[in-house]
């Protein structure tokens, strides 16, 4: 989850100053830039709305996407409960017995 896609994002910055003589990390705030502007898209709404472009370290970020990413799994999880009361066999009540084949 956004969890691990942020720890990623770390771990590719803490090794761009090895993989280029000279090259420096991101700063905390180039790097909250990169991840704000990678969000999904139906998140970005959510995450302006809350503030989220105004954050400065990864950790609120984090923090707030994980909220985000926590409504969106119950509201997903919520969904599925109610397609699957909306299929659920019915319990048998004794009338189809008056239709049975002979």
């Known amino acids: 989850g956004v969890q691990d896609w942020i720890r990623r994002m770390k771990t590719i910055n803490s ?6 003589d000279g090259e420096t990390a991101l700063s905390e ?3 909250v830039k ?9 998140w ?25 990413e926590k409504a969106e799994k119950q509201k997903l999880a919520k969904k599925h409960k109610l397609k699957e009361e909306k299929y659920q066999k ?3 009540d004794g009338a189809s017995k008056n239709f049975r084949n002979k």
């Open 44 to 68: 970005k709404l959510q995450f302006k709305l809350s503030d989220g472009h105004k954050l400065t370290t990864s950790i609120e970020a984090q923090k707030k996407l994980r909220l985000i």
């Open 90 to 92: 019915k319990p048998d």
């Open 15 to 20: 090794y761009l100053p090895a993989l280029s």
């Open 29 to 31: 705030v180039q790097l």
């Open 34 to 42: 990169i991840i704000t502007k990678n969000i999904p898209s139906h």
